[in-house]
């Protein structure tokens, strides 16, 4: 059984950093393209980062040069380092997965979710 489980989420300032991470469980993780989706209330989920197995990545632009993902195959997990945070990176964050070699960028390419870890960036 397939599981993705999220954690480090938190309360942090503007300006602060916070990693997140996305161990998962049940699979060859080396043969999984993973993502980060991210939802704000009132707001569709939209893709954060994207990783291969490889190490290609994808970022959307809001948070590029500001957030990395990576993955540590040995350890089947996936990080999500963010700084220099804002008010609007305010969501719910979500571990994604899917078998496959080639970034994947749309929600419905990815079959396996986590159950979201919440990041709220407050003064």
């Known amino acids: 059984q397939v599981q993705l489980v999220e954690s480090g989420g938190g309360l942090v300032q503007p300006g602060g950093s916070l990693r997140l991470s996305c161990a998962a469980s049940g699979m060859i993780f080396s043969m999984y393209v993973s993502g980060w989706y991210r939802q704000a209330p009132g707001k569709q989920r939209e893709l954060v980062a994207a990783i291969t197995s490889g190490g290609t990545t994808n970022y959307v632009d809001s948070v590029k040069g500001r957030f990395t993902i990576s993955r540590d195959n040995a350890k089947n997990t996936v990080y999500l380092q963010m700084n220099s945070l804002k008010p609007e990176d305010t969501a719910v964050y979500y571990c994604?997965?899917?078998?496959?070699?080639?970034?994947?960028?749309?929600?419905?390419?990815?079959?396996?979710w986590g159950q979201g870890t919440q990041v709220t960036v407050s003064s």
């Open positions: 994604a997965a899917s078998a496959g070699m080639l970034v994947f960028t749309t929600e419905s390419q990815y079959t396996y």
